[in-house]
C-alpha cells in the first residue's frame, strides 16, 4: 500500500466553480499536513500548512484533515484561471512524503 | 529577499559528462533537500541534508553526488553513471528535517 495516494486528474472546471482536491494516506504516524501549488516549469510553493484535524481557512483556500479516515482535502472556492497549477498534498512525521500531484485547469 | 536559489534554470550535458546544479538559499534552514521530477511520477527524493558537513541518501541516490560544506550551499553533481538524468529538479529547504519545506525555481536538465 502506498504511503500516498493522490488522484492526478486533470481536473478542469469553469472559472468560478469550487473546486475539491483530495489525498490519502497510510502512516499513522503523519503529523502534518501541507499543500503545494505548483505551476508549469516552477518550484512548488507553499499554499496550506496544518496539524490538526478540521478545516483551516485562508482566503478562497480551505484545507480539511480527517485524521480518523485518513484523508485531507483542498476547496478553491471562486477558482481562477490563475489557479490552473499542479496541486500536491504533503505529510510529515519522521520522513516527508508528497502526493503525486493533481492536475487543475479553470477555464474562463 | 529571503529565499532560495537555483541556478542555471537550463542546462544541457552531452553524454558522459559530469554538470552541477547550484543550489543556494538564505533562509537560515539547517536542512536541504534535492528532487528529481518527472512527468506523471512526482518528487522523488535524492539526497538530504541536516547539518553542515553530513547528507544521506534519498530513493533514488544512484548516479548522482552532493556535499554540504557551507550551511547555505548544497549543491548536486549529476554524473555520467545517472543512465536517465533528462528531468526537472528542485532544491528545498526546511528549519529542520521534516518540518515544511520551501522549493528553489529548479532547473531543468536535458541530455543531448
Known amino acids: 500500500q502506498k504511503e500516498v495516494e493522490q488522484d492526478p486528474g486533470p481536473l478542469s472546471v469553469p472559472e468560478g466553480a469550487i473546486v475539491s482536491l483530495n489525498c490519502t494516506y497510510s502512516?499513522?504516524?503523519?503529523?502534518?499536513f501541507m499543500w503545494y501549488r505548483q505551476y508549469s516549469r516552477k518550484g512548488p510553493e507553499l499554499l496550506m500548512y496544518?496539524?490538526?484535524?478540521g478545516n483551516k481557512e485562508d482566503g478562497r483556500f480551505t484545507a480539511q484533515v480527517d485524521k480518523s479516515s485518513k484523508y485531507i482535502s483542498l476547496f478553491i472556492r471562486d477558482s481562477q484561471p490563475s489557479d490552473s497549477a499542479t496541486y500536491l498534498c504533503a505529510f510529515t512525521g519522521n520522513q516527508f512524503y508528497f502526493g503525486t500531484g493533481t492536475s487543475l485547469t479553470v477555464i474562463p | 529577499d529571503g529565499g532560495i536559489t537555483q541556478s542555471p534554470k537550463y542546462l544541457f550535458r552531452k553524454e558522459g559528462q559530469n554538470v552541477t546544479l547550484s543550489c543556494e538559499q538564505n533562509?537560515?534552514?539547517?536542512?536541504m533537500y534535492w528532487y528529481r521530477q518527472d512527468p506523471g511520477q512526482g518528487l522523488r527524493l535524492i539526497y538530504y541534508?541536516?547539518?553542515?558537513?553530513?547528507?544521506q541518501k534519498g530513493d533514488i541516490a544512484e548516479g548522482y553526488s552532493v556535499s554540504r560544506e557551507k550551511k547555505e550551499s548544497f549543491p548536486l553533481t549529476v554524473t555520467s553513471a545517472q543512465k536517465n538524468p533528462t528531468a526537472f529538479y528542485l532544491c528545498?529547504?526546511?528549519?529542520?528535517?521534516?518540518?515544511?519545506?520551501?522549493f528553489g525555481p529548479g532547473t531543468r536538465l536535458t541530455v543531448l
Open positions: 528545498a529547504s526546511s528549519i529542520l528535517e521534516n518540518n515544511e519545506q520551501f
Open positions: 502512516n499513522s504516524a503523519f503529523q502534518y
Open positions: 541534508s541536516q547539518i553542515v558537513n553530513d547528507f
Open positions: 533562509l537560515n534552514h539547517d536542512a
Open positions: 496544518t496539524y490538526s484535524s
